[in-house]
């Protein structure tokens, strides 16, 4: 609990053997955090037994993909402040409390691996990484009239069930290019976002998805197809959100 609120912490996990029981342990190990939650993606390694034996509640996702096991764990999550985060070590727990110095005045808050000063020895995050995703995330911005954001593909994300219950249902990605699509939806539905800088470890366990600069690249690609493409969908901002005040101000002011 943070303030009356209850807290969770969901992760996505496929084959995560190496690093789950610690990432779990250590969300776990914050008093604000009420329960984390592990989407099992056909793990053959144990994963799900050694997230449960961690003190998780498990749920598997049959499809494969980083974008429908999130969906799956975001879809479990009852509490009134949901992170999602990843199962392979590379993110602080303790970071949530950054997160939550923003929960009252924000909806949702997306994290980013790109400030240099936060990137640790080990990391998965050399110059093609920090700069490309920067960039996307640059055409995000500006596209979609967002807030200052500088990663892309940055998978530890904050959001008050109100704001997830509205984005939830607009989420169709079944693979990596998840985290933008949540971030464009969340921007273009008049959702309080913003971005702050976390720390970026190195990963236990083998990577999936940005360990080969070819996937990265095509990874990249995707992803600004996906953002452009939203440009031209209408996607009404929520009822009472800060998008649709400002709409409504200057409805009035026109
Ligand atoms: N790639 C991939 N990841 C999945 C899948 N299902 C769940 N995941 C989880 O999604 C997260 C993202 O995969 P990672 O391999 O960490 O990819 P990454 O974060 O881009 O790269 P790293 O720098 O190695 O961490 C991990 O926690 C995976 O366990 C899946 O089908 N494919
Ligand atoms: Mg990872």
Same mark, same amino acid.
């Given at each position: 609990?943070?303030?009356?609120?209850?807290?969770?912490?969901?992760?996505?996990?496929?084959?995560?053997?190496?690093?789950?029981?610690?990432?779990?342990? #250590?969300?776990?190990?914050?008093?604000?955090?009420?329960?984390?939650?592990?989407?099992?993606?056909?793990?053959?390694?144990?994963?799900?037994?050694?997230?449960? #034996?961690?003190?998780?509640?498990?749920?598997?996702?049959?499809?494969?993909?980083?974008?429908?096991?999130?969906?799956?764990?975001?879809?479990?999550?009852?509490?009134?402040?949901?992170?999602?985060?990843?199962?392979?070590?590379?993110?602080?727990?303790?970071?949530?409390?950054?997160?939550?110095?923003?929960?009252?005045?924000?909806?949702?808050?997306?994290?980013?691996?790109?400030?240099?000063?936060?990137?640790?020895?080990?990391?998965?995050?050399?110059?093609?990484?920090?700069?490309?995703?920067?960039?996307?995330?640059?055409?995000?911005?500006?596209?979609?009239?967002?807030?200052?954001?500088?990663?892309?593909?940055?998978?530890?994300?904050?959001?008050?069930?109100?704001?997830?219950?509205?984005?939830?249902?607009?989420?169709?990605?079944?693979?990596?290019?998840?985290?933008?699509?949540?971030?464009?939806?969340?921007?273009?539905?008049?959702?309080?976002?913003?971005?702050?800088?976390?720390?970026?470890?190195?990963?236990?366990?083998?990577?999936?998805?940005?360990?080969?600069?070819?996937?990265?690249?095509?990874?990249?690609?995707?992803?600004?197809?996906?953002?452009?493409?939203?440009?031209?969908?209408?996607?009404?901002?929520?009822?009472?959100?800060?998008?649709?005040?400002?709409?409504?101000?200057?409805?009035?002011?026109?």
């Amino acid at each position: 609990m943070y303030k009356g609120k209850s807290v969770c912490v969901v992760m996505p996990a496929y084959n995560e053997a190496e690093g789950i029981a610690s990432t779990v342990s #250590a969300f776990r190990a914050l008093p604000e955090v009420d329960e984390v939650i592990v989407a099992d993606n056909n793990s053959k390694d144990g994963t799900a037994v050694l997230a449960r #034996a961690a003190g998780a509640r498990v749920v598997s996702e049959t499809r494969q993909g980083y974008g429908f096991a999130c969906r799956a764990a975001l879809q479990a999550a009852a509490c009134d402040y949901v992170f999602i985060s990843e199962s392979d070590g590379t993110f602080h727990a303790a970071d949530v409390y950054k997160f939550l110095a923003y929960a009252e005045e924000f909806d949702v808050i997306f994290g980013t691996r790109t400030s240099k000063s936060c990137v640790w020895d080990g990391a998965n995050m050399g110059h093609f990484l920090r700069y490309g995703n920067w960039a996307v995330a640059k055409l995000l911005e500006y596209l979609h009239n967002g807030p200052c954001l500088t990663d892309v593909g940055c998978t530890f994300k904050f959001f008050t069930r109100p704001a997830l219950q509205s984005i939830l249902p607009h989420l169709t990605v079944g693979g990596s290019s998840l985290s933008p699509q949540m971030m464009v939806i969340a921007v273009r539905q008049g959702f309080r976002c913003v971005e702050i800088p976390i720390n970026y470890g190195s990963r236990q366990g083998t990577s999936k998805i940005t360990g080969s600069f070819r996937k990265a690249f095509l990874l990249g690609l995707r992803m600004i197809a996906m953002i452009i493409a939203y440009r031209f969908k209408p996607i009404p901002a929520v009822p009472g959100s800060e998008g649709s005040r400002r709409r409504r101000r200057s409805a009035v002011a026109a």
